[in-house]
């Protein structure tokens, strides 16, 4: 039992900071990524993106494989399935609609 | 659980808010059929071209600065515009419906299993 509350304990802490949930959002984009892909998209570094990948895999967010020098994450398909299609699928469908208010507004000056 | 999203426009808060407000400016960019109450407590339902179809209600309106509605799934979606030098930063943030009480008790079957 403890151990099961500390397992969702470090699940909600390590989607506690916006910057973790981004990460596990862009994971999940992508399907598989290291952290040299993630820096690189990102405006932290690449030390800084590994820590927290590995923080997240800790907490059970990811699956860690090592891949030669580098180790790649996936998202794991359970606990947060639901919760990682949601946030992919809201998160695309505000990228669009945020464009298309850029548009009408930039169309109606 | 949130999605956040943020982008600064050229135009200004009080351009920006009619686009948010206006059922008839909604409809150029957030759903195909949009009618809105723009007012704490008023109505919105929101019509996409899939057969999508959903309803909310505005728990908070200030004027060219706050706009949050509730969705009647349980989730909620923010909206926050702020005055920056290029413009306008438009600021927003989607709370997830009902499921995280179900995305809970999964984590806590998915951990105690782990742990087993």
């Known amino acids: 039992m403890d151990d099961g509350r500390r397992g969702i304990d470090r699940v909600f802490a390590a989607l506690g900071d916006a910057g973790r949930r981004s990460l596990v959002e862009a994971v999940a984009t992508r399907g598989t990524a290291t952290a040299t892909e993630l820096a690189a998209e990102l405006p932290v570094t690449r030390q800084a993106v590994a820590k927290q990948l590995s923080a997240l895999a800790h907490a059970g967010l990811l699956r860690a494989t090592r891949a030669g020098r580098e180790t790649r994450y996936e998202v794991t398909p359970a606990p947060l399935e639901d919760a990682v299609e949601w946030m992919v699928a809201v998160g695309a469908a505000w990228d669009e609609r945020l464009a298309a208010l850029r548009r009408t507004l930039a169309t109606k000056m | ?116």
Request: proline content about 6%; glycine content about 6%; charged content about 35%.
């Open chain 2, 1 to 116: 659980m949130e999605v956040e999203r943020e982008i600064v426009v050229p135009e200004s808060p009080d351009e920006v808010w009619e686009a948010l407000t206006e059922p008839e400016r909604l409809e150029e960019w957030f759903a195909t059929e949009v009618e809105l109450d723009a007012r704490p407590g008023g109505e919105g339902v929101f019509r996409w071209g899939d057969g999508d179809e959903r309803h909310a209600v505005v728990r908070e309106l200030e004027e060219a600065e706050r706009l949050v509605l509730d969705w009647d799934d349980g989730g909620s979606v923010a909206i926050e515009l702020e005055p920056s030098v290029d413009g306008t930063r438009v600021r927003v943030v989607e709370a997830s419906p009902d499921f995280a009480p179900a995305l809970e008790l999964r984590a806590f079957a998915w951990t105690t299993a782990a742990a087993a």
